[in-house]
């Protein structure tokens, strides 16, 4: 899998857009962009993932560059309860690869 | 759904004893998982199955063991404890091949002295 570089931590206002950046530069063809977040002293969640589109649910956006070599996780709007470690990871996704290599992410606060 | 559970929350062992730790999850998922968590780094896999009666090594699976005698269950077992496995343990699982998502459990702190 794939190597990823996050800053360590970050701070941000509450209410106003969060972006996270991940630099992902040996990615290859076939492998997907996953984050995970986790707040403190819980298990890990899932926010959302990405091939080569951007994507976007109901917790987050993904941007994707177009070589692939970089995201960033965009949380529009973020409350307390967003403070946490954000995790990138890269991995092939099928049968026989089940490893999620989870570095030591970003810390996210967010300032009230 | 309960999800993903883990018993016990807190754990203390004394080196050399052994103990297992009970992971279930409710959903009908195929997949799952057993990560430690050392304090200030990211989780490492310990072991995985992909269905009743499959298991497979992880990362870091020297000094556990795990078998899946059910769909539900994933219980790891840690023998003759030391103090280099002192840790929070989570299990997680997934659905499908097809499924993106791990469900995690809330983890089981342990510490051997």
């Known amino acids: 899998d794939a190597k990823t570089t996050q800053p360590t931590s970050m701070d941000c206002a509450e209410g106003r857009a969060a972006n996270l950046p991940c630099n992902h530069s040996?990615?290859?063809?076939?492998?997907?962009v996953y984050w995970y977040r986790q707040i403190h002293s819980q298990g890990p969640q899932y926010i959302i993932h990405?091939?080569?589109n951007n994507e976007t649910n109901e917790m987050a956006s993904l941007i994707i560059t177009e070589d692939r070599k970089s995201s960033t996780l965009i949380l529009p709007h973020a409350t307390l309860r967003d403070t946490a470690v954000y995790y990138c990871?890269?991995?092939?996704?099928?049968?026989?690869?089940?490893?999620?290599?989870f570095g030591t992410g970003t810390r996210l606060t967010i300032i009230p | 759904n309960a999800g993903v559970t883990q018993t016990p929350k807190f754990r203390i062992l004394k080196i050399g004893q052994s103990m297992t730790l009970q992971c279930t999850q409710d959903?009908?998922?195929?997949?799952m998982y057993w990560y430690r968590q050392d304090p200030g780094m990211g989780l490492k896999l310990i072991y995985y199955?992909?269905?009743?009666?499959?298991?497979d090594k992880g990362e870091v699976p020297n000094g556990y063991n795990v078998s899946r005698s059910t769909t539900e269950d994933f219980p790891l077992r840690l023998e003759l404890a030391a103090p280099s496995q002192t840790s929070v343990y989570f299990c997680?699982?997934?659905?499908?091949?097809?499924?993106?998502?791990?469900?995690f459990g809330p983890g089981t702190r342990l510490t051997v002295t």
């Open positions: 997680a699982s997934r659905w499908d091949i097809g499924s993106y998502e791990q469900y």
């Open positions: 040996t990615i290859s063809g076939n492998e997907y």
């Open positions: 990405g091939l080569k």
């Open positions: 990871i890269v991995r092939v996704r099928g049968f026989g690869n089940e490893k999620l290599t």
């Open positions: 959903m009908n998922h195929n997949y």
């Open positions: 199955s992909v269905g009743a009666g499959i298991t």
